[in-house]
């Protein structure tokens, strides 16, 4: 079982519409989670972190946690043809103390 | 007002050439890492330095030897490179602190070509 599992894509949506981006993970004892976005020939942005179950607002992004079902998702409201990227989810794993990546969901936001 | 920075930005070299990737961050952070992003994408870590003391060493070959003159400096030295080492070379870095934070900021690549 991969430690980060992401649907690899590419996601299409509409412009305007609400991209939804999924990732679960293997370890129960993860504490934070992250979203990156790439676009291609570019490094990782960090665009969204959260710790506690629940949602997270910032602008027309949310991310959302559920410890439970061992799953993080990020939603980007009124999609823009600028959001088309990688989204890549990470996670720190409580053993080893380090980020472990997810392979990322291509994103298409089709005008 | 570059947060982390890396150089070169390209390199290309034969096999079993020795080359060095440095990296820089002024964000005040006290763990850097090295992260190495392969043809298909996949994005792993390397290493780990917090305060110049290696915390994170994955299973990475020998040629590959960080390291950390400085808190703000982590350099990648590879020896008698491969083929298979061809990827982009990510510098990140952190500032750990007690709880659950470790926003990583990530430097712009080194694409390394291995000819």
């Known amino acids: 079982q991969k430690e980060v599992e992401q649907n690899s894509g590419p996601l299409s949506v509409p412009e305007g519409a609400i991209a939804s981006l999924n990732c679960t993970y293997s370890?129960?004892?993860?504490?934070?989670f992250f979203w990156y976005r790439q676009y291609s020939g570019k490094s990782p942005e960090l665009i969204m972190f959260?710790?506690?179950?629940g949602d997270k607002e910032d602008g027309r992004f949310t991310a959302q946690l559920n410890k439970a079902s061992q799953y993080v998702s990020l939603l980007i409201r009124d999609s823009q043809p600028s959001d088309s990227a990688t989204y890549l989810c990470?996670?720190?794993?409580?053993?080893?103390?380090?980020?472990?990546f997810g392979a990322g969901t291509i994103l298409r936001v089709k005008s | 007002d570059t947060a982390v920075s890396q150089t070169p930005k390209y390199l290309v070299t034969q096999m079993g050439n020795d080359k060095s990737i440095k990296c820089e961050q002024n964000?005040?952070?006290?763990?850097m890492y090295w992260y190495k992003q392969d043809s298909k994408k996949f994005l792993k870590i390397m290493f780990s330095?917090?305060?110049?003391?290696?915390?994170i060493n994955e299973t990475v070959p020998n040629r590959f030897s960080p390291k950390s003159p400085d808190k703000a400096h982590l350099n990648l030295h590879i020896n008698s490179l491969e083929l298979g080492d061809s990827a982009v070379y990510f510098c990140?870095?952190?500032?750990?602190?007690?709880?659950?934070?470790?926003?990583?900021?990530f430097g712009p690549g080194t694409r390394l070509t291995v000819t």
């Open positions: 990140a870095s952190s500032q750990i602190r007690t709880g659950a934070s470790y926003e990583q900021y």
């Open positions: 370890d129960r004892g993860s504490q934070s």
């Open positions: 959260i710790y506690s179950n």
């Open positions: 990470a996670v720190n794993m409580e053993y080893g103390n380090k980020l472990v």
């Open positions: 964000l005040g952070h006290d763990t």
């Open positions: 330095y917090n305060n110049k003391e290696l915390i």
